[in-house]
Structures are given as C-alpha cells and as structure tokens.
RNA sequence: GGAGGGGUGGCAGAGCCUGGCUGAUUGCACUGGUCUUGAAAACCAGCAACGUGUUAAAGCGUUCGGGGGUUCGAAUCCCUCCCCCUCCGCCA
C-alpha cells in the first residue's frame, strides 16, 4: 500500500504515476478524509491526556484517603465525549484504510509507458525453433494419443479447467516440479518450502488479492479461508508482522505448490487445453531484500526463472511490462513467454515482480537496519519458476518425433528415468 | 467434537487472584564504554513499535492475541472471536 506521507506529500505527481497505470482516482477524498481523521485524533489525544493526569490524581486522593468525588464525577462525562469521538475516529479510519488500499502500486521510473500489453517491450528472445522435416501436432493431439492427460474425465470431477494428468504425464509433471525446485534450491540457493494451500484474509491482503481480486479466487465460507492463486501468498507471509534483523536478509524461499483462480471472465478466452485453468502446479520463487537491492535482485530472480528454461533449451522471449500492463501490487515487472511452435504463438510462463514496499507495508514486513537501529519495510519480489501448463505445452511441441512420441530433454531424464515417452 | 492450560517487548519469562507512579520486574540478545597486546569474562551505560510533534529532541497519545463491555482508571475484571499446548474421541 502506499504510505499515507506520500499521498500527502506528492499528490500530483501520484496522481499521475497511477493514471499511467490506468487508475484514475480522487485522491482528494483520500486527503480531505486523512485531514479530518488526523484533526480529531489530536483533539482525542489531548482529552485523552487530561484523563490520564486526572485519573492520576484520583489515585493520589485515594491513597491518601481523601475525597475524589468530583473528579470522577467530571471524568465521568469526559469519558463518554472520548467514547463518541473514538466511534467517530474508527469510522474515519476504516474509509481511509479501505481508500488506500484499493490504491495499486507506482510503477517505477524505469518502466515503460503505454496503456495494455502492446505496448509492451521485447527484451530479448533466447534459443532457436527446431526446424522439423514433418507436419508437428499441438499438445492436445499428442497428449491424447500418448495418453498424457484426460480432460474428458476430469470435466466429470470437476467441470472443465481441471487437468487431469495419466501415467507419464503425471510422472512429466512430476519431473519437470523436482527439477525446477532443484534447480532454484541447488543452484540459486532458495530455502524450500511446502506451504499451506489455504490461507487465512490476512494474507491475501498483504499481497494485493484482497480486497479488490476476491472474486478471482476460491473462498471457504464457513473457515473464511482462501485457495491459494499461487504460492508468492504463503511465501511472502512467512515474515508477516515481524522484524527481521538486516543480517538474515535476503530470505529467498521457493515451493511447489498447485495454485487455484477461479478466472471469472475469462470464460472462451484459451479455453483449450492446458493454456487457462482453474487448478495448475508451478513453482514459486519470492524474496525479502533491502530496499536498495531490489531492482539489482528483481534482475537476478529474473534470470534464475530464465535458467529453468535455458536447461531445457526452450525458445523463450523476455518482455518488460508497459506501466498500463503491470499488475495491481508491482512496481516492475518481467514476463517470460515461451515458444509453442504447434499454436505458433508465445506463451506466458512466469512473471517477475518487484513490489517494493507495496506488500511489505500491507503485512507489516520489517527489519532493523545495522547502521542506525531503525526499523524500515523490506522489498518484496516474487516471480514463477515457473508455471507448469503452459511449459508442459511448448516442451510436448517442441521434443516431438516424427513417430508421434516424445523426447525427454537430457537434464530431464535424471527425473523421469526415461529417455522417450511413447 | 469434549475437558483443561496458555497467548506479555528481538527472544525467554514475571505481573493477572487482591484494577491505580507497570509500557511493564528479571534474564538473554543487541549497541556504546572501562579493563586487555587482542579476544573472552567481569563491570558501567543504553536499548519496543506506531501516531503526533520538532531542524533535532522533549512532550503527548496508542499498543500486553483481535474485537466489545464494566470503571474516574484495565496487561489485570466480564463477554466474544482467533491462535497455540496437553488429555480424550474421531480420522489420513
């Protein structure tokens, strides 16, 4: 969330930072309300000291046996003028609270301008497209033939959008989560963590789901408990409310875990296959830094997803998101788009976001500096590393054969104990 | 689900019965200093967060799991919700 100094301290200027966001908001009301809420917190402060130093005198008279009577008598109807001017307090900061933290994110400086994803900027592209000497087939027709998935069947369990992986599919999937959870914990040095699935409100709002994306999620009613959209939400809670010393950061934590979005609204949009589920695995990897090193481990968290897709010598391209684009809680943001050569089209495997203080301030995520003692909020980054589906589609496509079977990638083969799925 | 115990500062752990100089005793950790060639030990001093205020501070206010109540006054009494632990039941 943003801090409440810098609405009132640069308000044109955030105006305009979030307008490039597409977010055209009254901050005034934001101003005007934080005004009036401050004006009768320091009447109530100071009402408030009077009782302390009467009601102190009350004690004095008490101890020493004398008459307090009138004193409390008087205090008796300042407290209940406090009592009317707290309820009053409390409704002032609730709309306050709930205005500011339907504000999204400023992106930064460096980000480009543009309005939706056409404007988005290509990087760089990596890796080079088999040139096959046959007609290649797309993932569903491989997929079915060699009985990898069944979406048939799985439609019966849970309506469509839910996969349903068979045989060497399941033992794909399974290889292609252990890798690249080795890759990141061995070679990138994250903490591996199994998290919960389902998380309580709290944690939701530190991220940014809550409270305006509660509709993209899966809600128990009755726990009032939430299915994870990915696993950044139980990773980059760990430290909630707490003080971490300057020393123990960076904490770079990764998890597998099965990530749940109910896509409302995007029905009939990649409805086939595996490009847009309700239920999908991935794994998530999320850091705690200094503020002063985030745009340096935004770059380094950046290329440690790429690495997932360098081994596996996967055509991929590297876009940086246009302010227009950016999600609501990043400030700057990489997308990763891999090459499926049977859609012909690149396709969306990660998303590498720095928040800055966005999430930290939501979750109160804090650590003490060594310098001067002072508690300041930590940067937070998540990115996937990555989203299976779409990495299962362009890997099917690309390791095709002529006979319709499919080549496991060498570093695979260590995980799946086979060189050929046929 | 049933019975009982508990949630206090970075951590550990008093205070709650018997409401009032307790924002909170004490220990550890941390910071600075004395001593030492250096270190350890010992000793001395400092050390919560947030809001407000200020050049900076002082000062003032809030916070003892969350919310509500009683009271002139609540960490302390009452209600309620959440979480943790032990035992019993059920179950992977």
Redesign the pocket.
């Known amino acids: 969330m943003i ?3 810098r609405i009132r301290n640069n308000l044109e200027a955030l105006k305009s930072s979030l307008a490039l966001k597409g977010y055209n908001v009254d901050l005034n009301e934001i101003i005007s309300i934080d005004s009036d809420y ?1 004006a009768s ?2 009447l ?3 009402l ?9 005198q ?3 008279l ?2 020493s046996k004398q008459d ?1 009577n009138d ?3 008087s ?2 109807a ?2 209940s003028k ?2 009317d001017l ?2 009053e307090i ?1 409704v002032k900061k609730e709309r306050l609270d709930d205005l500011i933290l339907n504000l999204p994110n400023v992106p930064h400086e460096s980000v480009p301008p543009g309005s939706d994803e056409s404007n988005n900027k290509v990087i760089y592209e990596w890796g080079v497209e088999k040139n096959q000497s046959f007609d290649i087939k797309n993932h569903l027709s491989l997929g079915s033939s060699l009985k990898l998935f069944d979406f048939e069947r799985s439609a019966k369990l849970s309506g469509s959008g839910f996969p349903l992986y068979t045989g060497k599919g399941a033992l794909l999937e399974r290889s292609l989560i252990n890798f690249m959870l080795e890759i990141q914990t061995q070679k990138n040095d994250y903490l591996e963590i199994i998290p919960p699935f389902l998380v ?1 409100s709290n944690s939701v709002l530190t991220t940014g789901n809550l409270p305006k994306f509660s509709e993209d999620m899966y809600h128990s009613e009755i ?1 009032d408990m939430w299915l994870i959209p990915t696993a950044e939400v139980p990773l980059t809670n760990i430290h909630y409310n ?2 971490l ?1 300057q020393s123990d950061l960076p904490k770079k934590y990764t998890a597998f875990s099965a990530c749940f979005r109910r896509e409302a609204g995007s029905y009939g949009k990649d409805t086939k296959g595996f490009q847009r589920l309700h239920q999908f695995n991935k794994v998530e990897i999320v850091q705690l830094v200094e503020p002063e090193e985030s745009y340096k481990a935004l770059e380094s968290l950046t290329s440690h997803a790429e690495m997932v897709l360098k081994s596996l010598n996967l055509k991929y391209r590297k876009i940086e998101l246009c302010a227009g684009d950016l999600s609501f809680s990043a400030a700057k943001c990489y997308d990763l788009e891999i090459w499926a050569p049977a859609e012909g089209k690149w396709l969306e495997v990660s998303s590498c976001s720095n928040f800055e203080d966005f999430q930290s301030r939501r979750g ?1 995520i ?1 650590y ?1 500096k ?1 310098v001067d ?4 909020f930590v940067h937070t980054l998540n990115g996937s590393g990555l989203a299976t589906p779409r990495l299962l589609i362009a890997l099917l496509e690309t390791y095709q054969n002529a006979n319709g079977t499919i080549t496991v990638p060498e570093p695979l083969q260590d995980y799946t104990k086979l060189k050929i799925i046929d």
Request: aromatic fraction near 0%; charged fraction near 45%; proline fraction near 0%.
């Open positions: 801090s409440i100094e401050r917190l320091s109530v402060n100071d408030r000291a009077e009782r302390n130093k009467v009601t102190n009350i004690a004095e008490k101890k307090a004193k409390i008598v205090m008796r300042l407290g406090i009592k707290e309820s409390s309580n726990d707490e003080i010393n109160n804090r003490r060594e003692n002072k508690v300041d």
